[in-house]
């Protein structure tokens, strides 16, 4: 740990040697943050080695009940929205923080932006899993169970919320902070796991997300969504000699062939849109158990397969995209071969946070704060690159930004690192960007 004290402070001393666009307020919570980047680590070393795993129940609450002590250091009132048993969620931290009457009806805080913070306490690894605690590699990488995703980007929202308090810029603003207790694995229905989540974000102008940084200088402006998709296919059975003649037709094997390669040759070229078949099930006999994704099948080679179930996922970049793919798909499962018939049934998972006009002049803050840094533009990432996340629920209501947390390699796998010669200036920027955007 000596080793790494050492190689971030001479990071420090590069960082703030070139932040010559800064006001003497903003230098002083850059400062701020320089002299507490120990206890920033040992915040994630300890969070890290709590399992916290969607499904393990009291991991997510002791962790959520560790950041709450650390909001409250803020100057945050924190409170943990439970969820009924039958949903087997933890449940999520909030914590948040309110302009007085006063400064909420003035002009000048009219001008500030209320902002809406997301996190998640939850990683994908179970108690089952191979232990992997916090370990350092070398002087500037660790690894550990969701150190990068992502208690990493935690840890960057609340040592930047703490920066903010002990420099007196908190006071008058309207912040919220969320983090779900079930980001990796959500519960069901969506409207209870999320209702909590999307009602009070509808109450603030910008989401800021926390998920993993893609470098230094990108941010994300917008996500793919993602929905589900089945498909059931039936056919005659029979003697597989009749295969192909007009009597017996092609079975539901050729069926269900025909459609998933006629969905890659129709639509696999349309940029932002994806649609993979996960399992794929056909014989004489099948079962197929969507709750536990598991199936089986008994069938031999001299039988023309009767039936045939495949599901798989379909991500977008917009509504629009997806409701033109579904229709292009329901067309292809309707052409169907001699003696077969098939059907396609979709259900939404995580809506889409599609690109828009306000995230890019939230892009604009940020780029000015990195710019006034002294590390150069940021700009915005491939929304291809990225997958759904719980900043898609609310992007339909407030101007959103994802990307902002901490940075690393190998997230939902064993060896999961976090670049802690990073982590300053990642903290730095969400700081001044939490403050420039709630003035």
């Known amino acids: 740990m000596k ?14 040697s070139t932040a010559q666009g800064l006001t003497k307020e903003e ?25 916290s795993g969607t499904l393990n129940i009291e991991g997510v609450k002791k962790v959520g009940a560790l950041f709450a002590k650390e909001f409250e250091k803020a100057g945050f009132a924190t409170e943990w929205v439970a969820m009924p048993d039958s949903i087997k969620r933890a449940g999520h931290l909030v914590a948040s923080r309110r302009a007085s009457a006063a400064a909420a009806t003035s002009s000048k805080q009219k001008s500030g932006k209320r902002l809406f913070l997301i996190g998640h306490l939850d990683t994908v690894f179970e108690p089952d899993m191979p232990a992997n605690p916090f370990t350092m ?3 500037s990488t660790a690894t550990g169970q969701g150190v990068n995703d992502m208690k990493g980007g935690d840890v960057v929202v609340i040592m930047a919320l703490q920066a903010l308090e002990q420099a007196g810029l908190l006071k008058n603003t309207d912040i919220t902070a969320y983090f779900t207790g079930d980001e990796e694995h959500a519960g069901y229905p969506r409207e209870v796991t999320r209702g909590d989540f999307v009602n009070r974000a509808k109450q603030a102008d910008i989401a800021l997300a926390f998920e993993g940084a893609n470098g230094l200088n990108s941010v994300a ?11 059931d296919v039936t056919g005659k059975t029979g003697h597989s000699s009749g295969v192909f003649t007009p009597g017996a037709g092609y079975g539901a094997i050729y069926e269900a062939a025909r459609i ?40 031999k080679t001299n039988i023309i397969s009767p039936a045939v179930t ?15 793919a579904r229709a292009k798909m329901r ?40 710019t006034d840094m002294g590390v150069g533009a940021t700009v915005a990432g491939d929304p291809g690159s990225r997958g759904a996340g719980d900043i898609s629920y609310v992007a339909a209501y407030v101007d959103c930004i994802d990307g902002l947390g901490a940075s690393g390699r190998g997230a939902h796998a064993p060896g999961e690192t976090i670049h802690l010669n990073q982590l300053p200036f990642l903290i730095k920027r ?4 939490i403050y420039r955007l709630s003035r």
């Open 3 to 16: 080793k790494t004290a050492l190689f971030l402070f001479a990071m420090v001393v590069a960082l703030s």
């Open 27 to 51: 230098k002083q919570v850059m400062a701020w943050i320089d002299a507490h980047m120990p206890q920033a680590i040992e915040l994630l070393k300890e969070s890290v080695n709590i399992n």
């Open 137 to 139: 590699l070398n002087d």
């Open 221 to 231: 402006t917008g996500r793919r969504g993602a929905s589900g998709w089945r498909l």
């Open 260 to 299: 998933i390669n006629q969905f890659r040759e129709t639509l696999s070229t349309e940029k932002y849109l994806t649609f993979n078949p996960g399992i794929i099930i056909g014989g004489s006999d099948i079962e197929y158990n969507e709750a536990t994704s598991k199936g089986a099948a008994i069938a």
């Open 310 to 324: 495949v599901t798989g996922d379909l991500r977008f970049l917009t509504e629009d995209q997806k409701d033109r």
């Open 331 to 370: 067309e292809i499962v309707g052409q169907n071969l001699a003696q077969t018939s098939a059907k396609i049934s979709f259900v939404d998972g995580i809506p889409s946070m599609a690109p828009t006009e306000g995230n890019n002049k939230v892009l604009g803050v940020i780029n000015s704060i990195s």
């Open 430 to 433: 969400a700081a001044l960007t």
